[in-house]
């Protein structure tokens, strides 16, 4: 009887510990449940109903969807994410890595201060990064890419308003903000590769471009896939620079899929094609970012 009462204590005293655990994480996952979970679940519920926020719900089915994917508006809106994405990503992840790999060369002084300089657009407001870039890319010949442009006797370009001026815009935007965040990252992979392996590669007459291809490269996979994986995310939820650069105008060579959904929502008080589009966009991502991840993963193999 004692042995079984010491049981009984001991069981008691680990419900008691595993209740507090429980009660410790409880926030987290309350929090998440009411501000992640929920209206995730709404909105693939509001897909599929015609609703204005105001008057009662009307289930139509599958004609949110028709809708959206009818739009020419939507299709273009898809193309210039795309394009914004690529021009503003990939020459991103390259320039991190050479970077990256500068800073990490005993031959660059004052690396702290480098290091600080490249991360500081991360944590500067994006708001405040779309109001000044849209002064460097301002249409008028006082512009300062513009003026850049005239040094060499080419015409000026209207940024705002041109098809391609408003994409390199909004994609220098992205590259600039990101650029640092990318680069600390594969910093933190560099200074995890063993030192020996780039000596014995000095000792065997390895050019640096060969060492950046042949041991730089295959070691940071890991870190490839992980930015690969959250720019294509990143990407395709390009929202307040279009927003703020092209000062809410939803103009075709600018918009974006975010930008096209909230429209329909906010301004048009359509949330059942916004909805709609919202879960093409999720379907979307999960199929692009397991093609980046796919092709990253067999980088240095």
Same mark, same amino acid.
């Given at each position: 009887?004692?042995?079984?009462?010491?049981?009984?204590?001991?069981?008691?005293?680990?419900?008691?510990?595993?209740?507090?655990?429980?009660?410790?994480?409880?926030?987290?996952?309350?929090?998440?449940?009411? *501000?992640? =979970?929920?209206?995730? /679940? @709404?909105?693939?519920? !509001?897909?599929?109903?015609?609703?204005? &926020? $105001?008057?009662?719900?009307?289930?139509?089915?599958?004609?949110?969807?028709? *809708?959206? =994917?009818?739009?020419? /508006? @939507?299709?273009?809106? !898809?193309?210039?994410?795309?394009?914004? &994405? $690529?021009?503003?990503?990939?020459?991103?992840?390259?320039?991190?890595?050479?970077?990256?790999?500068?800073?990490?060369?005993?031959?660059?002084?004052?690396?702290?201060?480098?290091?600080?300089?490249?991360?500081?657009?991360?944590?500067?407001?994006?708001?405040?990064?779309?109001?000044?870039?849209?002064?460097?890319?301002?249409?008028?010949?006082?512009?300062?890419?513009?003026?850049?442009?005239?040094?060499?006797?080419?015409?000026?370009?209207?940024?705002?308003?041109?098809?391609?001026?408003?994409?390199?815009?909004?994609?220098?935007?992205?590259?600039?903000?990101?650029?640092?965040?990318?680069?600390?990252?594969?910093?933190?992979?560099?200074?995890?590769?063993?030192?020996?392996?780039?000596?014995?590669?000095?000792?065997?007459?390895?050019?640096?471009?060969?060492?950046?291809?042949?041991?730089?490269?295959?070691?940071?996979?890991?870190?490839?896939?992980?930015?690969?994986?959250?720019?294509?995310?990143?990407?395709?939820?390009?929202?307040?620079?279009?927003?703020?650069?092209?000062?809410?105008?939803?103009?075709?060579?600018?918009?974006?899929?975010?930008?096209?959904?909230?429209?329909?929502?906010?301004?048009?008080?359509?949330?059942?094609?916004?909805?709609?589009?919202?879960?093409?966009?999720?379907?979307?991502?999960?199929?692009?970012?397991?093609?980046?991840?796919?092709?990253?993963?067999?980088?240095?193999?």
């Amino acid at each position: 009887m004692k042995n079984i009462s010491i049981f009984t204590a001991r069981m008691t005293e680990e419900k008691k510990e595993m209740v507090t655990g429980y009660l410790y994480i409880s926030p987290f996952f309350i929090l998440f449940t009411i *501000f992640g =979970l929920f209206p995730i /679940l @709404f909105s693939f519920y !509001l897909g599929f109903q015609k609703w204005n &926020g $105001l008057t009662e719900m009307e289930f139509v089915g599958w004609a949110n969807f028709r *809708f959206v =994917l009818e739009d020419p /508006l @939507f299709w273009k809106s !898809l193309y210039n994410t795309f394009i914004m &994405g $690529l021009l503003g990503t990939f020459p991103q992840l390259v320039v991190a890595i050479v970077l990256a790999f500068a800073l990490n060369s005993a031959l660059i002084k004052f690396r702290n201060f480098y290091r600080v300089s490249y991360f500081m657009p991360y944590v500067t407001s994006t708001v405040a990064v779309a109001v000044v870039f849209g002064v460097i890319f301002s249409e008028q010949e006082s512009g300062l890419i513009n003026v850049i442009l005239s040094w060499f006797h080419l015409d000026p370009v209207n940024w705002t308003t041109s098809e391609w001026g408003v994409k390199f815009a909004i994609a220098a935007m992205v590259f600039w903000r990101w650029v640092g965040y990318n680069t600390i990252i594969y910093l933190a992979g560099l200074q995890s590769i063993p030192k020996e392996l780039y000596e014995a590669a000095k000792i065997d007459g390895a050019t640096l471009f060969q060492q950046l291809r042949y041991i730089t490269v295959p070691m940071l996979r890991p870190f490839i896939i992980f930015t690969v994986f959250l720019s294509t995310i990143g990407a395709f939820q390009l929202f307040t620079e279009p927003l703020i650069f092209l000062g809410r105008s939803y103009r075709e060579e600018g918009i974006t899929v975010v930008l096209y959904l909230w429209r329909e929502a906010f301004v048009n008080l359509s949330f059942g094609p916004a909805s709609a589009t919202a879960i093409l966009l999720f379907f979307i991502i999960i199929i692009f970012s397991s093609v980046n991840v796919f092709l990253a993963n067999r980088i240095g193999r």
